[in-house]
């Protein structure tokens, strides 16, 4: 069974930074592995944040580029979200997820970390 936990989140001003956390401790992460971020504020549809791919290949959600950084510790097993220069319309529930098709139909979940922006 393979658990995510994030950890992270908090309350900022606009233009604030925090750095989300995403510790998986039972995935294998193989030369071939994907992990990504999603969020889903009030509301709205869950989506899509950034992923990032074996040999640290990165992509990203076009609202967050430039602001949103997506990194990996293998050796730690930890996903990274550092997010800069935060947005009230950041403000959601962040989720990490894995698997082979991680951004568009992971196999495995984390519980969420809460992103509150204030402006």
């Known amino acids: 069974q393979v658990r995510l936990a994030e950890s992270g989140g908090g309350s900022v001003q606009t233009g604030g930074l925090l750095r989300l956390s995403c510790e998986a401790p039972?995935?294998?992460?193989?030369?071939?592995?994907?992990m990504a971020w999603f969020r889903q504020a009030p509301g709205k549809e869950r989506e899509w944040v950034a992923t990032?791919?074996?040999?640290?290949?990165?992509t990203y959600l076009d609202d967050v580029k430039g602001r949103f950084t997506i990194s990996q510790d293998k050796a730690k097993k930890t996903l990274y979200l550092q997010m800069d220069n935060l947005k009230p319309e950041d403000t959601a529930m962040y989720s990490c997820?894995?698997?082979?098709?991680?951004?568009?139909?992971?196999?495995?979940w984390g519980r969420g970390t809460q992103v509150t922006v204030s402006s």
């Open positions: 997820a894995a698997g082979p098709l991680c951004a568009t139909k992971p196999l495995y």
């Open positions: 039972g995935y294998t992460f193989r030369s071939i592995n994907c």
């Open positions: 990032i791919y074996s040999y640290d290949i990165t």
